[in-house]
């Protein structure tokens, strides 16, 4: 009898150790990421119109004006995956940088000059690069911008690779980004006395 006791003891001992061990949230560290085109994926672009600006010089000295296409206009990166685990390895209120998606001749490529934030939702950022036009208003003239500003959308396959801060274990992530960044402006002015 005492050692059939001994023997649930130790077995119930060995089980209640595996369950822990299976319980335990290791956390994960980002190992590399890589980008990819598959079928559907590519670069495209897209036109939306600008807002009319106007600028009128009522007075009798020259005035200094400046059209900033870009203000207003944001970069939106979204990560999105059918892997369940895909978002939730990342710790709560923590947040994981990645290196950003470019494109060059054609292919896909990891920027180890920008990177990103891995999150489940669109992020939007202000562009890098700022446009803007100046010129100067002669005394009673009105200038007149009308233009479009053209969008570059890349959709790319990711692979993530992430480890296992204590065990080393390696899982790949696999899913899809979507970048839509302003790209150019075509623009017209029109510049006449009032």
Not at 29 to 55: N, P, R, W
Not at 87 to 106: H, N, P, Q, R
Not at 110 to 120: E, K, T
């Amino acid at each position: 009898m005492l050692l059939c006791t001994i023997a649930l003891l130790c077995t119930a001992l060995v089980s209640c150790q595996d369950e822990e061990e299976t319980i335990v949230n290791e956390p994960f560290v980002v190992k590399s990421i890589e980008y990819v085109f598959e079928e559907g994926d590519g670069v495209s672009t897209f036109e939306q119109k600008l807002d009319t600006a106007v600028y009128v010089n009522q007075s009798n000295q020259d005035r200094y004006v400046e059209w900033r296409p870009y203000d207003g206009y944001y970069l939106e990166t979204t990560f999105s995956s059918d892997d369940p685990n895909a978002f939730t390895w990342v710790t709560e209120g923590g947040t994981i940088m990645v290196k950003d998606v470019f494109v060059l001749s054609g292919k896909p490529y990891a920027n180890d000059a920008g990177y990103i934030p891995y999150q489940n939702e669109t992020i939007r950022e202000l562009p890098s690069v700022s446009i803007k036009d100046g010129t100067t208003l002669p005394p009673n003239t009105k200038l007149t911008y009308t233009g479009k500003i053209i969008f570059k959308k890349i959709v790319a396959t990711y692979l993530l690779d992430i480890e296992g801060a204590y065990t080393g274990t390696l899982q790949t992530i696999k899913g899809k980004i979507t970048k839509t960044e302003p790209y150019s402006v075509r623009s017209e002015s029109v510049c006449e006395d009032l």
